[in-house]
């Protein structure tokens, strides 16, 4: 196939033909597995161990890098492949801490990194060691074609993203913003294969929530156990767990999710279609989440994706038994859409619980929002289009964080796409933080290839 028929630009295509792409499955199979094998559980994290094994393969590559350790035993990583400097760099991130598993409810063991069944078994296969793989595995085959690079290739291996991204893209982005900096940032959650009916969808994340997290705190009047009184704040407080635990906020149309519904109600049977679509109309979305919506996590998500939300994650007050006390608290994991801040946040919650509730905020991180009008979405539409023809790519709003938080910091443009091919009987949500986690090999090898070419026709 030509380079205009296949859409890469030429030189990329060429390139790409040229590469050994037996030897290039084979190692970074090999990297992936080697990573896994490295138990980097958050906490204690030990990232540095990953990094260790990263630097040798830069080294033997001659690719420059450098290993920041933001506390012992938590090793952050850049590589760079210099260029010309047209343009600004791509960075391809991936952290490189897993969450806890337990073996005891694991079928293989989750740090051996066995293959079994045409999968890779192991903590991290999708989450997300297998993008680390990719990515080292782009790097590689850059440096190897020696093809000139109009921006330079950067490559961050971060540390401590499972907990929060301090120790990791956080503090890389306040100590060494220098190393990381580029227009584009490549990273996580997307990528994936999403098997809806008989379609295939490749969400790719250009947004996610912000974080307000929020402390209510409820008075009343203190006195003996003996003599319940209906100003007890325990009463107030649990009143108030249970507005925030059952009733929306109201709902928020953003861009990037009208066309994550949009997109996927078009390849949706007639009646299925209908429905999909009327999640944006104010006046139904709730009900059809309620009552329609047979499937509660799907459900869950698509409410995380039209509201702001306010999670009572942990509840208090009082020490005695036998002792009314004055005040009660509320913690709250309050979660911001695009557009939207603390402050919105708080009228709503205010309308939502009425007067007597004080509402402290304790830590915020805004929303990042991207847009899908951007090349970018051309060159992953086409790289997907080549190698799983009648798939659709779609804008992708993450409820919670990742690195990009940090890198948005920065100026850069945040993409998730890990891309790897799942079959209809795969499931991301089930395997992401979940047992058993695993990634079929040819699902991997199928986005180690996308990856580069989406790779290439950034940076040649
Ligand atoms: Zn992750």
Known sequence: MSASETGTSAPAAAILDALDWDEIRR??????????????????????????????????????????????????????LG?????????????????????????????????HGGYVWGRGAIDMKNMAAMEVACLLAARRSRIPLRRDLLFAGVADEEAGCRLG??????????????????????????????????P?????????????????????????????P???????????????????????????????????PALKRMVL????NPRLSDLI??????????????????????????????????????????RVDGRTLPGQSPETLIAELRALLGSGYDIQVDQTMPPT?????????????????????GALVLPYLAPGFTDAKAYSQLGMKCWGFSPVRLAPEDSFARWFHGNDERIPVEGFHFGVRALAEVVFELVT
């Not at 679509?277 to 944006?280: C, E, G, M, S, V």
């Not at 929002?369 to 023809?389: K, N």
Request: charged share 20%.
């Open 234 to 268: 325990l009463i107030h407080i649990g009143k108030a767990a249970q507005a925030l635990g059952l009733k929306m906020l109201p709902m928020h149309r953003t861009e990037v999710v009208d066309g994550f519904v949009e997109g996927l109600a078009s390849r949706q």
């Open 83 to 115: 260029s010309s400097g047209e343009a600004p760099p791509v960075l391809l991130s991936a952290h490189l801490d897993v969450v806890a598993a337990d073996p005891r409810t694991w079928t293989h063991p989750p740090f051996a990194a066995e293959v």
């Open 289 to 330: 989440l309620d009552r329609l919506m047979p499937d509660e996590s799907l459900a869950n998500s698509f409410r995380a994706a039209l509201h702001n939300t306010a999670n009572p994650t942990s509840i208090g007050g009082g020490d005695k038994i036998n002792v009314v006390p004055g005040e009660a608290f509320l």
């Open 204 to 232: 790719v994340q250009i947004a996610e929530k912000g974080i307000c997290w929020l402390t209510v705190k409820a008075r009343g009047t203190p006195g003996h156990g003996s003599l319940p009184n209906r100003d007890n």
């Open 277 to 280: 679509k009327q999640l944006l």
């Open 369 to 389: 929002e991207g847009s899908f009008d951007d090349p970018l979405a051309g060159v992953i539409g086409r790289a997907i289009a080549r190698h799983d023809p």
């Open 169 to 202: 893209s956080l503090w890389l982005a306040e100590h060494h913003p220098e190393t990381i900096r580029g227009e584009y940032a490549i990273s996580e959650i997307g990528g994936f294969t999403l098997n809806v009916g008989r379609a295939r969808y490749y």
């Open 27 to 80: 190692e970074s199979l090999q990297i992936l597995r080697d990573l896994i094998r490295i138990d980097t559980t958050n906490p204690p994290g030990g990232e540095i161990s990953a990094c260790h094994y990263l630097a040798a393969i830069f080294q033997r590559e001659r690719i420059d890098y450098d290993v920041f350790e933001s506390a012992p035993g938590r090793g952050n990583i850049v590589a760079r």
